[in-house]
């Protein structure tokens, strides 16, 4: 499992740089590019080094900064989607792997405290 959200969460970064790369080259869109190719291959980054956490405690602080970053990553598309800045079918599929990554790593996150706390 780690391995696959390993893989997961860069191939989510790759899609998130190529989604960000169709965005307009105006002001606004340059913000939300910016914006949204940092907090995406932080996921990434942020994942690989929660896979190395020495200790149960440090595993929840790592995993909690990847859930604070995918959550971002779901803002920033929700927000190319709102402001109809591209089309929602191609938003939609970066949509739902934000979304079902966010729920992953929350649900690690609650086990890993109740591990935690037993």
Known sequence: MTNDLKYRTK??????????????NDYLS????????RCSTSVAANYRATCLAQSKK???SKISIVIEEVD????????IKDEK????????????EADELTRIFISSRKTANLNLNN
């Open 85 to 96: 800045l591209l089309s929602p079918d191609l938003c939609k599929s970066m949509l739902k």
């Open 58 to 60: 440090s595993f929840v």
């Open 11 to 24: 191939i989510f970064a790759h899609n998130a740089i190529k989604l960000a790369s169709k965005l307009p």
């Open 30 to 37: 340059i913000h939300i590019k910016k914006q949204l190719i």
């Open 72 to 79: 971002e990553s779901l803002f920033w598309i929700e927000f």
